[in-house]
């Protein structure tokens, strides 16, 4: 037992800054006490605690939300069609990308804002003389924003761009949070993940304009159902439209063209 | 985990509305978050203690508020709440809707202070 001394004189306790309590020297009140004490100081005479309460409204993505809608502005004046294309880690957004540019990006002008955690090998996969590209490295932030995807834009040449691409972090959680100011947000689900994603990942489902269900081809010899995954689809994504297509064998790329073309009405 | 960086954004204005009110210590905060938000209530109080430490926020109670979502029906217009889960059917007439109406909010409504 430490001998503690039972005449301590006053003068070796402290009045703790925050709580105005007597406190020995080195004594720190824990911080949900402190403020304990502290209400019960600044309490009136009647007892009743001086606790002010203030009621407000402040969105927490506020920031994000005001650049996203000058982004939007932007886009909407230059006439440019702009996607968000968001899926978890692989489920095909850049080669649908690769594809699209070599087919549809012959037509049309398109650029591409592609942002990873790590590398440019993204942005050198889509690299093009015909389509310019610009990579966002996150640094480990698990969504694009709005303040990226300004800063994106300021370097692509735009002439002439009838159709912005943006591929988003392979994420299905963090990207539903964050508006890009994009026209229209296309979420892929692979053949690969199963057929319940969408109910397992409703927030960003919900917030779909299209679905693409990628890599059809390989569905049969992974016993993959379409038709469950596509039912799944619907339940939880009634807005949005659908689209099962496969990069590799070409099925359903026309339709996602005629989509795109719905996009970019000739002027 | 984007949580950490929405935590953030609701100290900084909880901090401004403290200094601003000349209080010395928040004792309760209230969040109101939509079902459809894509925030995890559980990670952003893992956030808050990280992110309210050493503030006039540190040791505040959280309250977080959840929003049911509401969507409208496009088939009959009605406007419903969903009790649970995230298929929408129409209680009226059974359709599917994605017309969504609330339960997307992110919001700081309300701070105690003294
Ligand atoms: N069988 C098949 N494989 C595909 C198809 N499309 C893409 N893949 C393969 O899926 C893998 C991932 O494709 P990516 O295009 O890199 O996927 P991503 O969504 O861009 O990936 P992250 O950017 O890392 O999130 C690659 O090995 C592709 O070859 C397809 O239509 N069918
Ligand atoms: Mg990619
Ligand atoms: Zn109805």
Request: with cysteine; charged share 25%.
């Amino acid at each position: 037992m430490n001998p503690v001394p039972d005449n301590t004189p006053a003068d070796e306790f402290q009045i703790h800054p925050l709580s105005g309590a007597a406190a020995r020297p080195g004594t720190r009140l824990s911080a949900p006490l402190a403020a304990e004490v502290a209400a019960t100081l600044a309490a009136g005479p009647e007892g009743g605690a001086a606790v002010r309460s203030v009621d407000l409204r402040v969105p927490l993505l506020e920031k994000n939300d005001i650049l996203a809608e000058r982004n939007r502005g932007y886009f909407l004046g230059r006439g440019l069609a702009t996607l968000n294309l968001v899926s978890s880690p692989g489920a095909g957004k850049t080669t649908l990308l690769e594809r699209t540019l070599d087919e549809f990006g012959r037509q049309t002008r398109c650029a591409v804002v592609v942002g990873d955690l790590e590398t440019d090998n993204d942005g050198r996969r889509l690299h093009r003389p015909h389509a310019p590209v610009a990579q966002i490295t996150t640094g480990g932030t698990c969504h694009l924003d709005a303040a990226m995807i300004a800063r994106a834009v300021e370097s692509l040449d735009l002439e002439g761009v009838r159709v912005l691409f943006i591929e988003n972090v392979g994420n299905l959680v963090c990207p539903a949070s964050f508006d890009l100011g994009e026209q229209v947000r296309v979420v892929l689900l692979s053949c690969t993940e199963g057929e319940d994603k969408p109910l397992k990942y409703p927030p960003i489902f919900k917030s779909a304009d299209l679905v693409l269900l990628t890599k059809v081809d390989v569905a049969d010899v992974l016993g993959f159902s379409r038709e469950l995954a596509c039912a799944n689809i619907r339940r939880i994504a009634p807005q949005a439209r659908l689209i099962p297509l496969s990069t590799r064998s070409g099925e359903g790329v026309a339709e996602w063209y005629d989509f795109l073309r719905t996009l970019t009405p000739q002027r | 985990m984007h949580e950490v960086g929405i935590m953030e954004s609701a100290i900084d204005s909880v901090l401004h509305q403290a200094r601003a009110h000349g209080a010395r210590q928040v004792h309760r905060i209230v969040l109101r978050i939509g079902a459809l938000s894509g925030v995890e209530p559980e990670s952003l109080r893992f956030a808050f203690d990280v992110v309210t430490n050493g503030t006039l926020a540190a040791g505040a109670v959280l309250e977080i508020e959840s929003v049911p979502a509401r969507a409208l029906c496009a088939a009959c217009a009605e406007e419903f709440s969903v009790e649970s889960g995230f298929i929408y059917t129409c209680p009226r007439c059974g359709a599917l809707s994605g017309d969504i109406r609330q339960g997307r909010e992110l919001e700081l409504t309300r701070i105690e202070m003294s």
